[in-house]
């Protein structure tokens, strides 16, 4: 089946109470992890591709890596989504690629770093809308900025965290401003505020709502396990309340498992002690109107510990597919256990029997 839209993939979600996790890719390994983990679940897929991503593969590779997804996977529906476009520009070159889905991040201005005003966000999140949506192409809008861009003052982490969370790959390096012991109001003054989440979503007709509820991108989230103070699920409640109809997307979700994190000490890597979103939290969030969860680190760590592994057990070996096929199995093991707990494993059969998918 072609590439199918976010909307149709999230509006079956709603209805059925169930999240989908959407994936991040630059290559064809990763590509494959997901579509298998799909298969075995009969899971609907969101993969989706940054602007670094499509400037790593190309737009041409990408695309037809996705559609030789969707060739050799008929039986699952496939969402094509533009991860944090920067500007309108980036959406409708993404649209020309044959996306079906895009993120117009209007909370940044367009360096992808400062954050943006709301009318500035309302203008160009409206613009890309109404393009995307005369092609029947989705959007994804976001309002209040993650933790990786807040501008509170930078702390001193000492050693392990400013040596490791700035680690090459890690390009959110102030993460860990958001963690346990924050400046309390400026880590925080970048969640969304629910009022401004309202007027948005009038404005600008998104099909999905990314919200700022203290997350932020890469390995160092937390350095304890998150609770209500630093992890704003109660946010989620309130938006969910006051926007029952809007889908809501939680970025920065990767749970950060402490296997993994064992895995590339264990074979050579260096990580400092960290925490991710725990996924009874996003379980939580399912719950309340969460239809899309962003994963992309948990795939990384995946895929660098079972490559270390082969490097450090054997160093002999220097075919690419002796680890890259180990790599593809531990991201496979990832994504199907994201899909069973976010509830979309069962469900690809039932959204493309439900009609919605022309
Ligand atoms: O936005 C966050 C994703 O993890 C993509 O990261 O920009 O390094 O490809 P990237
Ligand atoms: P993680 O870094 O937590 O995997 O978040 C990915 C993300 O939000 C991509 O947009
Ligand atoms: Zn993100």
């Known amino acids: 089946m072609p590439l199918v839209p976010l909307r149709s993939v999230l509006d079956h979600a709603a209805e059925n109470n169930y999240g989908v996790a959407a994936f991040n890719v630059n290559n064809m390994e990763q590509i494959q992890a997901i579509m298998e983990a799909a298969k075995e679940t009969d899971s609907p897929v969101i993969v989706q591709a940054s602007r670094g991503a499509r400037s790593y593969s190309?737009?041409?590779?990408?695309r037809h890596l996705m559609l030789a997804a969707a060739e050799l996977y008929p039986e699952i529906p496939v969402v094509m989504h533009q991860d944090h476009g920067n500007s309108p520009e980036t959406c409708f070159s993404a649209i020309k690629y044959g996306f079906t889905s895009v993120m117009m991040d209007g909370s940044l201005m367009e360096d992808a770093k400062t954050p943006a005003s709301f009318d500035y966000n309302v203008k160009?999140?409206?613009?890309?809308?109404?393009?995307?949506?005369?092609?029947?192409?989705?959007?994804?809008?976001?309002?209040?900025?993650?933790?990786?861009?807040?501008?509170?003052p930078a702390k001193d982490h000492g050693p392990v965290d400013a040596e490791l969370a700035g680690e090459?790959?890690?390009?959110?390096?102030?993460?860990?401003?958001?963690?346990?012991?924050?400046?309390?109001?400026?880590?925080?003054?970048?969640?969304?505020?629910?009022?401004?989440?309202e007027r948005f979503?009038?404005?600008?007709?998104?099909?999905?709502?990314?919200?700022?509820?203290?997350?932020?991108?890469?390995?160092?989230?937390f350095k304890k396990k998150p609770t209500?103070?630093?992890?704003?699920?109660?946010?989620?409640?309130?938006?969910?309340?006051?926007?029952?109809?809007?889908?809501?997307?939680?970025?920065?979700?990767?749970?950060?498992?402490?296997?993994?994190?064992?895995?590339?000490r264990k074979f050579g890597g260096k990580m400092g002690e960290t925490y991710g979103v725990p996924v009874e939290e996003i379980q939580r969030g399912i719950k309340h109107g969460v239809r899309k969860i962003n994963v992309d680190t948990d795939c990384r760590m995946a895929m660098t510990g079972a490559i270390r592994k082969v490097f450090a057990e054997t160093p002999d070996k220097f075919d690419p597919r002796e680890y890259l096929k180990p790599a593809r199995e531990a991201m496979k093991k990832i994504c199907l256990a994201r899909m069973i707990s976010f509830g979309q494993a069962g469900n690809a059969s039932k959204l493309m029997a439900s009609g919605r998918l022309k």
């Open 58 to 62: 190309q737009d041409n590779y990408l």
């Open 124 to 152: 160009v999140t409206a613009d890309v809308v109404k393009a995307a949506h005369a092609k029947g192409v989705s959007v994804e809008g976001e309002i209040g900025c993650l933790g990786s861009i807040d501008h509170a």
């Open 168 to 197: 090459p790959g890690e390009r959110h390096s102030h993460d860990a401003d958001l963690e346990q012991e924050p400046e309390p109001e400026g880590a925080m003054s970048h969640l969304t505020d629910p009022d401004e989440a």
């Open 201 to 221: 979503v009038a404005a600008t007709g998104v099909d999905a709502l990314a919200v700022a509820i203290g997350t932020s991108h890469g390995a160092y989230k």
């Open 228 to 264: 209500g103070e630093v992890l704003k699920m109660s946010l989620i409640e309130e938006i969910h309340r006051r926007l029952p109809n809007t889908h809501l997307v939680m970025h920065g979700s990767s749970s950060v498992p402490e296997e993994l994190q064992d895995i590339i």
